[in-house]
């Protein structure tokens, strides 16, 4: 997640399967697969693609166990913005009300500081990453990027209530069967279903 305009979500996304063993992407649903052998773990990452866009971030923080956010600090010396913008506190106002997954801000851009000024940056981050999700927020400078990835695939879901009495689908593809007379049609989802036990007639909401 982009938490303002400056922010450059795909550079963090690069940098993030960089060093993975393999990585798999289903461009119909723009899930990336990535299996990281030094730590024996296997992320699937998802972008939100528009900041303006608030359901699709809330979408894909019901269904993601880890958030990232980008935050870009190239500018935060002569830049009279702030870190986070006003359109990333709307972000952040409507993830917390769905119910926020633990979540990991990452800041690019700190190579581009004065090493004298980078550790006053840090933490204006580090204020403003607890100010947005509390104090247990965890931080990743993308310049480490080893320390980064470690913290991304070592990180223990954070139970929320509503996973606990439904069930959810990512879906890895999807077809549609010919329309018939009446205008109907099947849809087919593949993917992982996670949560409670999904009964055959039940009812399900798709995203997007």
């Given amino acids: 997640m982009n938490m303002a305009n400056r922010t450059q979500p795909y550079e963090c996304f690069d940098e993030l399967v960089k060093s993975a063993t393999w990585k798999k992407t289903h461009d119909q649903v723009g899930l990336t697969y990535a299996y990281y052998e030094q730590h024996k773990s296997r992320c699937a990452f998802m972008i939100g693609q528009n900041i303006d866009d608030v359901q699709e971030a809330v979408d894909i923080a019901r269904v993601a166990d880890l958030l990232i956010c980008v935050i870009n600090v190239s500018a935060a010396l002569t830049d009279a913005v702030t870190l986070i913008d006003e359109r990333g506190d709307r ?23 004065p090493p004298k000024h980078a550790a006053g940056v840090k933490t204006a981050v580090q204020n403003e990453a607890e100010k947005a999700f509390g104090t247990s927020v965890k931080m990743g400078d993308l310049s480490k990027l080893p320390l980064v990835v470690r913290q991304m695939c070592n990180t223990s879901p954070k139970s929320i209530t509503w996973r606990q009495t439904r069930s959810y689908l990512v879906a890895d593809s999807w077809e549609t069967a010919d329309v018939q007379p009446d205008g109907t049609t099947s849809l087919k989802l593949r993917g992982y279903l996670r949560g409670r036990s999904l009964a055959l007639n039940s009812l399900m909401h798709l995203c997007g």
């Fill in 91 to 113: 972000l952040v106002s409507a993830l917390k009300a769905a119910g926020c997954p633990e979540t990991l801000v990452v800041f690019q851009g700190i190579d581009n500081i």
